[in-house]
């Protein structure tokens, strides 16, 4: 109970103040084609941590808060829908052991989540007859929104899945701590391992004291709106 309530806290307060930074900060660019889109790039994030079904519970809230937020002026559910959809299928890609190899993944998930969204997002529109995307040019929405997501990514991303963890009281930490005791391969288990094995035993009672070291290598101006922001 108290870690899902870390998660709705947390997932609140970041969708929170995302959507003002869009509203406010990003929809005031006027930068050429899209938008960067700090809400989508809160929901992937919290998608690789909290799996699927988190995924799609944020994807859903923050949705709808856009749908709700001026200067938005389309359908309500619209961008809930969408971000409902691109929050599971992000939490797909969640790492089994829960912790990211590289940075590849992320980049990879928030390239295709700014496509994915993209398109959902002028495929539901076409429904329900918006035409905007067509007018404006949705190759250009693709390429820039693609482009700016991938920019801000590093910057956010990393940031909010650290927030995200340390809510769910650390699992990369109690990870490695199961590893030690199992005597596991894992990264924190390799890394307790080779500390103490560091700490000056000596091996077979030679004289001289040989000592084992561990080394740990880690180391409205005619443009299109989504989610309430103009692209």
């Known amino acids: 109970m108290p870690m899902r ?5 947390l997932s609140s307060a970041l969708v929170v103040v995302a959507l003002v930074l869009q509203v406010s900060v990003f929809a005031r660019l006027h930068l050429p084609g899209a938008v960067p889109d700090l809400l989508l790039l809160v929901v992937v994030a919290l998608g690789l941590v909290y799996g699927h079904t988190g995924g799609a519970l944020v994807g859903f809230g923050a949705g709808l808060l856009a749908d709700l937020a001026p200067p938005a002026d389309h359908a309500t559910g619209r961008y809930a829908l969408v971000l409902c959809v691109v929050g599971y299928l992000v939490g797909l890609a969640k790492p089994e052991t ?30 329900v007859g918006d035409t905007a995307a067509r007018h404006v040019g949705l190759t250009g929405l693709l390429l ?9 990514a590093p910057f956010t991303v990393p940031l909010i899945m650290a927030l995200a963890r340390r809510g769910e009281n650390d699992p990369l930490t109690a990870e490695g701590t199961a590893a030690v005791a199992a005597g596991g391969d894992g990264a924190y288990g390799r890394l307790s ?12 009672g030679q004289r001289g004291g040989l000592f084992s070291r561990g080394l740990s290598r880690g180391t ?12």
């Open 98 to 127: 829960g912790r990211l190899r590289s940075v590849t993944l992320p980049l990879v998930v928030v390239l295709a989540a700014a496509v994915v969204s993209t398109l959902l997002y002028a495929g539901v529109g076409a429904l």
């Open 5 to 9: 309530l870390n998660r709705i806290l």
């Open 144 to 152: 820039t929104a693609a482009l700016y997501d991938l920019l801000l």
């Open 220 to 231: 409205r101006d005619g443009r299109w709106l989504k989610g309430g922001k103009r692209l």
């Open 193 to 204: 391992v080779s500390m103490r094995a560091g700490r000056g035993r000596t091996l077979g």
